[in-house]
C-alpha cells in the first residue's frame, strides 16, 4: 500500500469533557466475522488485520466495536490483533445491552459478566470507552450508571458512553450521574449524518451542553452518500442491494424522496468542485460540526478505508458549502421545535453560547 504522507494522516480530539484524545476518523468493526451476519463484504479474520495495519498507518488510533457484532467474532478478531500492538496506543470502545451467553439488558449481573467476556475476546484487562448500547426499560437507570461506575473505578473501564438514546434518556442519564456523584459519561453514539439529522433535534442539544462528544455511525447511509448508487439504476449489490433484494419496498423508499436526490446532488457538485470523492465530503460536512470529535466509519476493502480517511485532515469545507449542505439536508421540523427555535431567534445570549443552534434558525 502507498505509504501516506504525515499532512494527510487522522487529525486528534478531546472525547467530551475528558482527558482522552481519539482519531477524528474511528474505525466501526461491524464487518469483522460474519457469523450471525447475512449482510455482504464481511471480513475474515487475517482480512481485517489488513484494514486494522492500513488503518494505524493512517495515524487512527480510536477501534469500535459492541459484544454482539458478528456474535463476538468482531471483539475476538480486534483482540488477536491488539495482543501484537502496544496497548496504550490504542483507544478501544465496546458496548454492552444485547443479548448475548449471560442475559440481555443493563442489570448489574449482565454488564459485569460480559465486560469480562468481552475483555476476554480483546484480550486485554481494560477497554477505553465503555459504552450501552441501547437504552434499557427492564433496569432502573440508577442501577445501570451504579454498575458503570464501580467498572470505572476498578479499573476495567476508562470512561463510558451512550449509544442509540433519545433526549431525555440521555438527560436522565447526566442527572442521575450528577446527583449520586457517579463517573459521567463522555459521549453519545448516534446514527448522524446528511440523511439523517433529526438527533438534533434534542440528542445532540444534551450533548452540546452537557459536554458530551457525538460520534455519528452510518455517516455514509449504508453508502448511499458515496455516491455509488442513482435513482434510475437499483442497487444490485452491496448492504443496499441486499437489503432490496430481502425488502424491495426499503429501496422504493429511497427512490421516491426527492430531499435524498437533491442532497446527492449537491454532494456530488462539491465533491466535482473540490476534487473530492462523495464519501469524503459527507464525511468533512460531519467532522466540521463542534460537537462531533469522531466519526466512525467502516469499510470492506482497503481502498475504501483510504478514500474515506481522506477526509480526516488537510482540506476543509467552505463556510459556504457547509451552509448549502445544511440547508439542502434540512430536515422538516415537527412542533414543538419549529415554534421554540423559531420564537428565539431574537433570543440569542452570546453567554448561553453552549446551547446547539438549529441550522433551521
Known amino acids: ?56 498507518q493512517w495515524g487512527g ?19 488477536s490483533w491488539l495482543a501484537k500492538q502496544t496497548r496504550d496506543k490504542i483507544v478501544v470502545a465496546t ?50 450508571l451504579r454498575t458503570f461506575d464501580d467498572l470505572v473505578r476498578c479499573g476495567k473501564a476508562r470512561y463510558i458512553g451512550a449509544s442509540n438514546v433519545v433526549g431525555w434518556q440521555l438527560q436522565k442519564i447526566v442527572c ?20 439523517c439529522r433529526e438527533t438534533e433535534f434534542e440528542s445532540l442539544q444534551v450533548c452540546k451542553i452537557e459536554g458530551l462528544g457525538v460520534l455519528p455511525w452510518s455517516p455514509l447511509k449504508g453508502g448511499l452518500l458515496s455516491g455509488k448508487y442513482t435513482r434510475e439504476s437499483p442497487p444490485t449489490t452491496g448492504r443496499h442491494g441486499w437489503r432490496r433484494q430481502n425488502d424491495a419496498g426499503s429501496w422504493n423508499t429511497v427512490q421516491e424522496d426527492n430531499q435524498i436526490w437533491a442532497i446527492m446532488d449537491a454532494v456530488r457538485d462539491i ?3 473540490r476534487g473530492k470523492s462523495m464519501a469524503q465530503v459527507s464525511l468533512r460536512w460531519l467532522l466540521q460540526k463542534d460537537v462531533v470529535p469522531s466519526v466512525i466509519i467502516g469499510a470492506t476493502t482497503l481502498e475504501q478505508l483510504d478514500d474515506n480517511l ?42 448561553q453560547s453552549s446551547y446547539f443552534v438549529s441550522n433551521s434558525d
Not at 442521575?176 to 440523511?195: A, I, R, W
Request: glycine letters at 8%; a negative charge; aromatic letters at 10%.
Open 1 to 56: 500500500m502507498v505509504e501516506v504522507p504525515d499532512e494527510r494522516k487522522v487529525a486528534y480530539n478531546i472525547l467530551g469533557r475528558s482527558g482522552l484524545k481519539v482519531a477524528n476518523i474511528c474505525l466501526g468493526t461491524m464487518t469483522f466475522g460474519s457469523a450471525g451476519s447475512e449482510l455482504p463484504g464481511q471480513a475474515t479474520e487475517e482480512y481485517s488485520h489488513q484494514v486494522l495495519d492500513r488503518y494505524v
Open 271 to 273: 465533491a466535482n468542485t
Open 176 to 195: 442521575t450521574s450528577e446527583k449520586l456523584g457517579l463517573n459521567p459519561f463522555v459521549s453519545l453514539q448516534q446514527q448522524y449524518s446528511l440523511l
Open 95 to 144: 458496548k454492552v445491552r444485547g443479548a448475548n451467553n449471560s442475559g440481555v439488558g443493563l442489570g448489574r449481573r449482565h454488564i459485569v459478566q460480559s465486560i469480562q467476556d468481552s475483555l476476554e475476546r480483546l484480550q486485554t484487562d481494560y477497554v477505553d470507552l465503555y459504552q450501552m448500547h441501547l437504552w434499557d426499560y427492564g433496569t432502573p437507570i440508577e442501577e445501570t
Open 310 to 351: 481522506g477526509a480526516a485532515s488537510g482540506w476543509t469545507l467552505s463556510s459556504e458549502e457547509m451552509a448549502r449542505l445544511d440547508e439542502v439536508s434540512q430536515p422538516s421540523v415537527p412542533y414543538p421545535y419549529e415554534i421554540v427555535w423559531r420564537l428565539n431567534k431574537s433570543r440569542r445570549n452570546p453567554y
Open 61 to 79: 488510533n480510536f477501534l469500535d466495536t459492541a459484544d454482539v457484532y458478528t456474535q463476538g467474532l468482531s471483539e475476538k478478531f480486534i483482540g
